[in-house]
C-alpha cells in the first residue's frame, strides 16, 4: 500500500494554485465592476447602451425614441439613459476605456468633436464610431 506523505513543498505549490486563481477572478471581477460604473455614467449622460457577448452599442438618441434592435439574442444587459445627450462631450471619451469588449457608438446628438473621434478611434481601431445612423463609422 502506498502511502502520500504531504510535506511543506506540497502546501507550497497547492497555496501558489489557489492564489493564481484567485488573482485571476479578482482582475475579471474588478475589470467587470470598471466597465459596470462607466456604462452607468455613460448612460447618466444621455446614452442607451445595450452589452452584448461579444461586444457593445451604445447610442445618443433623442429622448423618446429607443435605439433599434436588429436581434436582442446575445444580450447581456442594457443600461438606459437618464440625462440629456448634449452633455456628453470630448472629454467623456475616455469612459469607454473601461469597455471590456469593442463597442459601436452613434455620437449623434453629442458635443464630442470630429478631432476628438478621429482621434479616439486612431486608438480604438476596432471600434466603430459615426455621427448619424445614416453614415458609416469615421475611419
Known amino acids: 500500500m502506498v502511502r502520500f506523505r504531504f510535506r511543506l513543498i506540497s502546501l507550497i505549490v497547492l497555496v501558489a494554485v489557489v492564489?493564481?486563481?484567485?488573482?485571476t477572478y479578482g482582475n475579471y471581477r474588478r475589470a467587470l465592476g470598471a466597465?459596470?460604473?462607466?456604462?452607468?455614467?455613460?448612460?447618466?449622460?444621455?446614452?442607451?447602451?445595450?452589452?452584448y457577448s461579444n461586444n457593445s452599442h451604445v447610442e445618443f438618441v433623442a429622448a423618446p425614441k429607443?435605439?433599434?434592435?436588429?436581434?436582442?439574442?446575445?444580450?447581456?444587459?442594457t443600461y438606459r439613459p437618464?440625462?440629456?445627450?448634449r452633455q456628453f462631450s470630448d472629454a467623456d471619451l475616455e469612459l469607454?476605456?473601461?469597455?471590456r469588449r469593442p463597442c459601436s457608438i452613434?455620437?449623434?446628438?453629442?458635443?464630442?468633436?470630429?478631432?476628438?473621434a478621429t482621434e479616439f478611434?486612431?486608438?480604438?481601431?476596432?471600434?466603430?464610431l459615426y455621427f448619424s445612423?445614416?453614415?458609416?463609422?469615421?475611419?
Open 35 to 51: 466597465e459596470d460604473r462607466a456604462y452607468r455614467e455613460i448612460a447618466n449622460k444621455g446614452g442607451w447602451v445595450i452589452v
Open 133 to 139: 445612423p445614416e453614415s458609416r463609422s469615421i475611419r
Open 66 to 77: 429607443q435605439p433599434m434592435l436588429g436581434c436582442a439574442m446575445g444580450v447581456i444587459r
Open 106 to 116: 452613434n455620437l449623434t446628438n453629442t458635443q464630442v468633436s470630429t478631432i476628438a
Open 96 to 99: 469607454f476605456d473601461s469597455a
Open 121 to 128: 478611434q486612431r486608438l480604438h481601431p476596432a471600434w466603430k
Open 82 to 85: 437618464s440625462g440629456d445627450a
Open 19 to 23: 492564489c493564481v486563481f484567485a488573482a
